[in-house]
Nanobody
Framework: VQLQASGGGLVQAGDSLRLSCVAS????????MGWFRQPPGKEREFVAV????????YYADSVKGRFTMSRDNAKHTVYLQMNRLEPEDAAVYYC?????????????????????WGQGTQVTVSS
């Protein structure tokens, strides 16, 4: 599975951005997809995930209510709509693919669950 993320950019606090991640390769449609981010000098952290079957979504507390993840199975694409961006949201955003179904009992926030990673897209938020 190959992942291509795009949509990052420079915005002001309060603005919105939509990230996209296109998955290609065998069985791409059978993978749950997640977004992680890595702020400068910090560890990569979980942002959101969507289950490949039921479409359930889960979010980090820091983005809940501001970010929305969705998928278009026909296009093998997932999106991360980011609203009311804050300077703390500035990071390189990565999409990732997991072969596991996602539910509340799964450790979906762990990088170990994801087998494939995209190249990252930079999001910069000015205050």
């Amino acid at each position: 599975v190959q992942l291509q993320a795009s949509g990052g950019g420079l915005v002001q606090a309060g603005d919105s951005l939509r990230l996209s991640c296109v998955a290609s390769g065998r069985a791409a449609r059978s993978y749950s997809m997640g977004w992680f981010r890595q702020p400068p000098g910090k560890e990569r952290e979980f942002v959101a995930v969507i289950d490949y079957r039921a479409g359930n979504t889960y979010y980090a507390d820091s983005v809940k209510g501001r970010f929305t993840m969705s998928r278009d199975n026909a296009k093998h694409t997932v999106y991360l709509q980011m609203n009311r961006l804050e300077p703390e949201d500035a990071a390189v955003y990565y999409c990732a693919a997991s072969p596991f179904p996602i539910n509340s009992g799964r450790d979906y926030y762990s990088r170990r669950l994801y087998d494939y990673w995209g190249q990252g897209t930079q999001v910069t938020v000015s205050s």
